[in-house]
């Protein structure tokens, strides 16, 4: 630790004489030697220090670090590690904009799942771990960091959008995608009034399935009354009820009395009334307000934890509530899953295999 | 000739392709009984889906088994009768194959009609909720390739000698040994999933089989 003081003091000095000296070639050559050999210096102490990090003193640990980012790893995954931090970066910055610096707070540790008795090492302090199978990439590595990133920013996240959405991962076309195209099948099979709406088009409906209106008695703000009878059958508890609560549990459920069924939920701790849409849906509604809104769009979804969602989730995307709604919904209904259709690719492979299979039948000369 | 050749295969098969015709025209129907009642919504589209997914391995399977049992029928007399007809007969060995896999291709072509005829039955019937698309020509097109390449390889191997049935199987087996030798001997590999990786990932041969098999889907 000394060393690396040392050599930060020398370029520091360096630096502050540099205006007071002389300007000629050699003296500017030697100049950056010798800051070349105070730079040296601190790597290597900085190699040490993450060294002694290591709460086994036989077990080395190697650190990549790229603007924010810090990934402690073993010597052998260190390129993998650094690859994984230079990748990892942009896609945090870009999502978080200025937030993102908040991540130079964590150390992550990456563990590639090899077999049990293979070391891993294991990092003093709190460390973020960053676990990856055996056959991982740079870029396997670095979409498992930035999901692991998203979950420490989510940290930061005020009451009222850590209870919409827990956790806000950072933008990834492929990931977006895959999350929309599950989204897409949310909208069809939901049981929910809201969201069937919402599919059919209807705006207003969205907003009530996303939790985006009102929210002081959720079982009537965003849900219908032929939806209640089937929510109170899902969330109220079963046993250890009285026999009031189980006698409207049967006359909301088996009859469908709204009254009863209101009661029911009204009874229910207020995180179990939860919105239509589930939080996988809530996140591409995010990733498309932050996505539209450019840079410092995070900074302005989290500008004003007062304000109502819908007007936060509008000022991250610079489009008024309804307008983000309408091109989220038209980017979920532009990617309908592939569904039961036959690519073209799989058909071409399949009647190539059948001639190559065929031919192979055909060549055989032999008569058993 | 080749009438022949068919009206053969026809006589050898006819009884199992009455019951493959069957259970293809029957299978897309029972696929979608869970749809029903016209005012289907909410958690029941999902089970509904779910049920009409659950039939939708049955698929897959009926194609192999179709695949696998007229290509026996089709070399199998040949086997028996030591080749003796093929052999005295005017022409080569491939040409007397080619014969051989396309009678059994046009009997197979039975089946397929059979399992698009059946969707088309069964997806005139129900009245869907939005969202919800039918796929009868998409299903009739996965069922038409998987059968056609299941058909061609088992073809390939009942024409070829029982040494290349062996080695098909030996180097199947040899793999299995290998992957579980690996692991006893804490050796961290993947043999088996690289190769049914290989197989059925595109472009591998049977990637065809891995789809959605899915009469009624989104």
């Given at each position: 630790?000394?060393?690396?003081?040392?050599?930060?003091?020398?370029?520091?000095?360096?630096?502050?004489?540099?205006?007071?000296?002389?300007?000629?070639?050699?003296?500017?050559?030697?100049?950056?030697?010798?800051?070349?050999?105070?730079?040296?210096?601190?790597?290597?102490?900085?190699?040490?220090?993450?060294?002694?990090?290591?709460?086994?003193?036989?077990?080395?640990?190697?650190?990549?670090?790229?603007?924010?980012?810090?990934?402690?790893?073993?010597?052998?995954?260190?390129?993998?590690?650094?690859?994984?931090?230079?990748?990892?970066?942009?896609a945090?910055?870009?999502t978080?904009?200025?937030?993102?610096?908040?991540?130079?707070?964590?150390?992550?540790?990456?563990?590639?799942?090899?077999?049990?008795?293979?070391?891993?090492?294991?990092?003093?302090?709190?460390?973020?771990?960053?676990?990856?199978?055996?056959?991982?990439?740079?870029h396997d590595?670095a979409r498992r960091?930035t999901l692991?990133?998203g979950?420490?920013?989510?940290?930061?996240?005020?009451?009222?959008?850590?209870?919409?959405?827990?956790t806000i991962y950072p933008l990834d076309p492929q990931f977006d995608e895959q999350r929309r195209r599950d989204v897409y099948e949310e909208l069809v099979t939901?049981?929910?009034?809201?969201?069937?709406?919402?599919?059919?088009?209807?705006?207003?409906?969205?907003?009530?399935?996303?939790?985006?209106?009102?929210?002081?008695?959720?079982?009537?703000?965003?849900?219908?009354?032929?939806?209640?009878?089937?929510?109170?059958?899902?969330?109220?508890?079963?046993?250890?009820?009285?026999?009031?609560?189980?006698?409207?549990?049967?006359?909301?459920?088996?009859?469908?009395?709204?009254?009863?069924?209101?009661?029911?939920?009204?009874?229910?701790?207020?995180?179990?009334?939860?919105?239509?849409l589930t939080t996988t849906a809530r996140a591409t509604l995010v990733s498309t307000?932050?996505e539209?809104?450019?840079?410092?769009?995070?900074?302005?979804?989290?500008?004003?934890?007062?304000?109502?969602?819908?007007?936060?989730?509008?000022?991250?995307?610079?489009?008024?509530?309804?307008?983000?709604?309408?091109?989220w919904?038209?980017r979920i209904r532009a990617l309908a899953p592939m569904s039961?259709?036959?690519p073209?690719?799989?058909?071409?492979?399949?009647?190539?295999?059948?001639?190559?299979?065929?031919?192979?039948?055909?060549?055989?000369?032999?008569?058993? | 000739?080749?009438?022949?050749?068919?009206?053969?295969?026809?006589?050898?098969?006819?009884?199992?392709?009455?019951?493959?015709?069957?259970?293809?025209?029957?299978?897309?129907?029972?696929?979608?009984?869970?749809?029903?009642?016209?005012?289907?919504?909410?958690?029941?589209?999902?089970?509904?889906?779910?049920?009409?997914?659950?039939?939708?391995?049955?698929?897959?399977?009926?194609?192999?088994?179709?695949?696998?049992?007229?290509?026996?029928?089709?070399?199998?007399?040949?086997?028996?009768?030591?080749?003796?007809?093929?052999?005295?007969?005017?022409?080569?060995?491939?040409?007397?194959?080619?014969?051989?896999?396309?009678?059994?291709?046009?009997?197979?072509?039975?089946?397929?009609?059979?399992?698009?005829?059946?969707?088309?039955?069964?997806?005139?019937?129900?009245?869907?909720?939005?969202?919800?698309?039918?796929?009868?020509?998409?299903?009739?097109?996965?069922?038409?390739?998987?059968?056609?390449?299941?058909?061609?390889?088992?073809?390939?191997?009942?024409?070829?000698?029982?040494?290349?049935?062996?080695?098909?199987?030996?180097?199947?087996?040899?793999?299995?040994?290998?992957?579980?030798?690996?692991?006893?001997?804490?050796?961290?590999?993947?043999?088996?999933?690289?190769?049914?990786?290989?197989?059925?990932v595109?472009?591998?041969?049977?990637?065809?089989?891995?789809g959605r098999?899915?009469?009624?889907?989104v």
């Open positions: 630790m000394s060393e690396l003081r040392a050599a930060l003091a020398l370029g520091m000095t360096l630096l502050a004489a540099s205006a007071l000296r002389g300007q000629t070639i050699p003296e500017l050559r030697s100049r950056i030697a010798r800051l070349e050999g105070a730079q040296k210096l601190a790597i290597a102490a900085q190699h040490r220090l993450d060294s002694a990090r290591s709460s086994r003193p036989e077990v080395a640990l190697d650190t990549a670090r790229h603007a924010g980012l810090t990934l402690l790893t073993i010597p052998r995954d260190a390129a993998l590690a650094r690859e994984a931090v230079v990748e990892a970066w942009p945090l910055e870009r978080y904009g200025a937030y993102a610096a908040e991540l130079a707070r964590k150390d992550f540790h990456l563990i590639v799942s090899r077999s049990p008795d293979q070391t891993t090492g294991l990092p003093r302090g709190p460390v973020v771990p960053v676990i990856v199978a055996t056959d991982a990439n740079g590595v960091l692991s990133a979950q420490v920013m989510s940290n930061g996240l005020d009451p009222a959008l850590h209870g919409w959405i827990p939901a049981p929910w009034m809201a969201v069937r709406r919402c599919y059919l088009g209807d705006v207003a409906r969205c907003r009530q399935a996303f939790g985006l209106t009102g929210g002081a008695d959720p079982a009537t703000d965003w849900y219908a009354p032929e939806d209640r009878a089937r929510l109170a059958f899902d969330r109220s508890s079963r046993g250890g009820e009285t026999t009031g609560q189980v006698a409207l549990r049967k006359s909301c459920v088996d009859e469908h009395h709204d009254a009863d069924c209101l009661v029911l939920l009204h009874g229910l701790p207020r995180d179990l009334v939860d919105p239509p307000a932050l539209l809104g450019g840079p410092g769009a995070y900074d302005r979804l989290l500008a004003q934890p007062r304000a109502p969602l819908a007007d936060r989730l509008a000022a991250a995307a610079g489009l008024p509530a309804d307008s983000l709604i309408a091109v919904r038209n039961a259709k036959v073209a690719r799989s058909a071409w492979a399949a009647f190539g295999w059948a001639l190559i299979f065929g031919i192979l039948a055909l060549r055989s000369s032999r008569w058993r | 000739m080749f009438r022949q050749i068919l009206y053969t295969q026809w006589k050898w098969s006819r009884l199992v392709l009455l019951l493959l015709v069957l259970a293809a025209f029957a299978t897309p129907i029972f696929s979608i009984r869970s749809l029903g009642d016209p005012g289907i919504q909410g958690w029941d589209v999902r089970t509904a889906l779910l049920d009409v997914e659950g039939w939708g391995f049955i698929y897959p399977f009926l194609a192999v088994g179709a695949a696998l049992l007229l290509s026996l029928t089709t070399w199998g007399p040949d086997h028996a009768g030591k080749h003796v007809y093929a052999l005295s007969l005017p022409v080569a060995r491939w040409h007397y194959a080619l014969l051989r896999f396309t009678a059994g291709l046009i009997l197979m072509s039975a089946v397929v009609f059979a399992i698009w005829l059946g969707a088309l039955v069964a997806t005139a019937t129900v009245a869907l909720p939005p969202g919800l698309h039918r796929y009868p020509h998409a299903l009739a097109l996965r069922f038409a390739l998987a059968a056609v390449v299941a058909y061609s390889v088992f073809f390939a191997i009942s024409a070829g000698t029982n040494r290349i049935a062996g080695y098909v199987l030996g180097a199947l087996a040899f793999l299995i040994a290998l992957q579980i030798i690996a692991g006893i001997a804490g050796v961290t590999t993947s043999i088996l999933p690289t190769v049914v990786g290989a197989l059925f595109w472009p591998g041969a049977f990637e065809i089989f891995t098999w899915m009469l009624i889907d």
